[in-house]
């Protein structure tokens, strides 16, 4: 059973750094992107960037471009969204998931990671 | 970067009856590009619909999708309780975008 797992709430100030992570379990890993979403409160979905774990090729958003890292690491099965400058405005619910197949229609998703960034 | 633009922004119906949501697309693609999901309050989207037509695995065969190039509808025959959510159509031809979402209410 293909399985995506996110790390849970986080309460962060301006300013600081933070990692969140997608542990995947159930498919290989090296074979599927995983792309990850942004939702803030109260509004709709917006793509922030997406990773190939097999050979690292990642791409992001316009939007995004700049303000997040997306990383994987292969021996855990795990992808990560990264902020090195959080701000209030980041504040949102964050899925990672993962397409049917090589296409990017997304079948699988994690339960989301709440951040939230406040002083 | 292609802009969607669903409407209408909410649609307040009954159990039982239809539901006809539109997504416009600012420049035209091919149909195997546009997906359609559900998102209900405080879960992750689930995929309903791809290349435009094709129902995802476990999806009741009351949600039908169709269109082309620029115009594609999700229709959801007979609502039932659950199907009272927020829906986005998204589009892969350049880059992934998202449309602004049509909620579907009681």
């Known amino acids: 059973e293909v399985q995506l797992v996110q790390s849970g709430a986080e309460v962060k100030k301006p300013g600081e750094s933070l990692k969140i992570s997608c542990q995947t379990s159930?498919?290989?890993?090296?074979?599927?992107?995983i792309a990850w979403v942004r939702q803030m409160p109260g509004r709709g979905l917006e793509w922030v960037g997406i990773?190939?774990?097999?050979?690292?090729?990642?791409r992001y958003s316009p939007s995004f471009e700049d303000k997040v890292t997306i990383s994987a690491d292969k021996s855990t099965a795990t992808a990560y969204l990264q902020w090195r400058n959080l701000k209030a405005s980041d504040t949102a619910m964050y899925f990672c998931?993962?397409?049917?197949?090589?296409?990017?229609?997304?079948?699988?998703w994690g339960q989301g990671t709440l951040v939230t960034v406040s002083s | 970067e292609i802009v969607l633009t669903q409407s209408p922004a909410t649609l307040s119906l009954s159990p039982g009856e239809r539901a006809t949501l539109s997504c416009r697309a600012s420049q035209s693609m091919n149909n195997i590009y546009l997906a359609w999901y559900q998102q209900r309050p405080g879960q992750a989207p689930r995929l309903l619909i791809y290349?435009?037509?094709n129902r995802a695995a476990g999806i009741p065969d009351r949600f039908s999708g169709s269109g082309s190039g620029t115009d594609f509808t999700l229709t959801i025959s007979n609502l039932e309780p659950e199907d009272f959510a927020m829906y986005y159509c998204q589009q892969r031809s350049k880059w992934l975008t998202f449309g602004g979402g049509t909620k579907v209410e009681i």
């Open positions: 990773i190939y774990p097999g050979d690292s090729d990642t």
């Open positions: 159930g498919y290989n890993f090296n074979n599927y992107w």
């Open positions: 290349g435009a037509s």
């Open positions: 998931a993962r397409p049917q197949g090589t296409d990017w229609d997304f079948e699988y």
